[in-house]
């Protein structure tokens, strides 16, 4: 079973403290997006809230919202980019769901359900990963 008690040690709490690196696609007072480093296809981000969530359940209204209108930019510049109208958007919740990173966060996968690769599988070349978060945060930008 799944604890709902937040590890503050967790990899993305390390993330928003910068105290590892991540390639960053935007970033606001609520949220931060960043590239997965284990893609499940090109060009897929992670947005998460700058709040000790560990999943949906925790969320509240305020960084549910600032999430949703994160993503909203990050997948408009991964359909300009990338050019394809489909983006998976995916969330698990708790060890059972699949969930490995116990604080909360949206998936935005530029491919269709059967095109997405294994969860969390392969480490992505980092040189790809910069190029492709520079490319979508000059699309954000724009
Ligand atoms: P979950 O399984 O919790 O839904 O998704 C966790 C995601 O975090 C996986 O897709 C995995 O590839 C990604 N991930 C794990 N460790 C790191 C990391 O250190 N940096 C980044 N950017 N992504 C990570």
Excluded: C, W
Excluded at 59 to 72: F, G, N, S, W
């Amino acid at each position: 079973m799944t604890t709902l008690t937040y590890d503050d040690n967790n990899i993305f709490a390390k993330i928003l403290a910068g105290a590892i690196p991540s390639h960053n696609v935007y970033e606001d007072d609520k949220t931060l997006a960043f590239m997965d480093v284990m893609p499940q296809a090109k060009g897929h981000v992670l947005v998460v809230p700058k709040q000790k969530a560990v999943d949906l359940s925790q969320l509240t209204p305020d960084y549910a919202q600032a999430v949703l209108m994160t993503a909203q930019k990050v997948m408009q510049a991964q359909r300009q980019v990338f050019e394809r109208e489909g983006i998976v958007q995916m969330q698990l919740n708790g060890a059972q769901a699949g969930q490995t990173v116990f604080h909360y966060h949206m998936h935005l996968i530029p491919a269709s359900l059967h095109e997405l690769g294994k969860h969390g599988a392969q480490l992505a070349d980092r040189d790809e990963l910069a190029n492709l978060a520079n490319a979508l945060k000059a699309a954000i930008a724009d």
